[in-house]
């Protein structure tokens, strides 16, 4: 076998490149920190970082939700708490005014703080968010809940019968469990992934998914009296239909007493007391839903550190082991470089002299 000054040439040329190429590949890994920095580091493990990189990525998005979730209900349970504290004003005022000693110029004036309570409940009950969506729509978010009623409602107690106006309706969406969602309703907004889908897909509910927390609530689920107003039974609008029993339409009624000084009615004091238990079970429901949120922000949490532990095993420089490999590949380096200059000296000509 013949064997050419070139070929030696050749060789160690080639072993110098390789050498050189080893340490500049080292001298990134070690500055970089990371064993894997392009697909062809390691195919396999940059399908798995890629694909554990996403998975985190989708855990970021659902403790960002679950943060917006947290913004919502922290106002409608701020909405509750100021409702609540204005409807035992107004009971306190109505315990007051069934006591006999209160006489016609006291009711009237009664009434005059009753009248500031209604605006303030109304308020809450209409309460919207900065993007001007209505907390208490349930999903009919751009709809304003409570509008004054154009119906015209006659006491049946009273004979002539005494009609009566200013009470108000629930336009909003009402529950799933009471009817169907409206055309209008914003599916999109009202429940939020929080956490990974045990199914893999959407509905416009959450169903007890703990993956997705509802950030609005129907009007009539947390302001209407419990069983109905009894102090609104005796008004028919002329089809057998009282005026909707929530509470603002208890405290109109109280003022219209009040104002026209006739007998108070005990019925309003109890129909207060059961709205105020209402609105305790309504908060006490949106607490459950903020530990939700805050349970699936804990498991995401976890999960994600289990993930950047597995993925800094695939992608991260063990660097002691990095040092070692660039001093061994920098003496062979260096060896390399000495066989090649004796190489070159290897002339039939260097003889011939």
């Not at 900065?130 to 304003?144: I, M, P, R, T, Y």
């Amino acid at each position: 076998m013949r064997v050419s000054t070139s070929q030696f040439h050749s060789q160690g040329l080639n072993s110098i490149q390789k050498h050189q190429e080893s340490l500049l590949d080292l001298q990134v890994k070690l500055s970089t920190g990371k064993r894997v920095n392009q697909a062809s580091d390691d195919p396999v493990a940059t399908a798995q970082i890629h694909s554990m990189n996403r998975t985190m990525n989708t855990i970021d998005q659902y403790a960002r939700n679950g943060t917006f979730a947290s913004t919502q209900l922290v106002l409608a349970e701020t909405a509750i708490d100021d409702t609540t504290e204005s409807l035992q004003r107004a009971r306190e005022l109505g315990i007051q005014m069934l006591n006999g000693t209160y006489n016609e110029s006291n009711r009237q004036a009664t009434s005059q703080e009753v009248g500031q309570i209604i605006q303030q409940v109304r308020n809450m009950m209409n309460y919207t968010t900065s993007e001007g969506e209505s907390l208490f729509a349930g999903s009919d978010v751009n709809k304003v809940p409570f509008v004054s009623d154009t119906a015209v409602y006659d006491d049946t107690t009273t004979v002539p019968a005494e009609t009566a106006q200013g009470f108000y309706s629930y336009i909003g969406n009402l529950p799933a469990a009471d009817a169907s969602f409206s055309a209008t309703a914003n599916f999109g907004s009202r429940f939020v992934q929080i956490g990974f889908d045990s199914d893999n897909s959407l509905n416009p509910n959450d169903q007890g998914d703990a993956s997705r927390v509802r950030v609005s609530d129907s009007g009539s689920s947390v302001f209407n009296i419990p069983g109905g107003a009894s102090s609104l039974t005796k008004y028919d609008d002329g089809t057998g239909n009282p005026p909707d029993n929530n509470v603002l339409n208890v405290l109109v009624e109280m003022q219209r007493q009040l104002n026209s000084g006739t007998d108070f009615d005990a019925n309003l004091v109890e129909d207060l007391t059961s709205s105020i238990t209402q609105l305790s079970q309504a908060r006490a429901e949106i607490g459950g839903r903020q530990n939700r949120i805050a349970s699936q922000f804990e498991a995401g949490e976890s999960f994600k550190l289990t993930l950047q532990e597995r993925r800094s095993n695939l992608e991260d420089q063990d660097v002691v082991a990095g040092i070692s490999e660039f001093t061994r590949n920098q003496t062979a380096l260096q060896m390399a470089q000495q066989v090649f200059s004796k190489v070159q000296n290897l002339s039939l000509f260097n003889y011939l002299r």
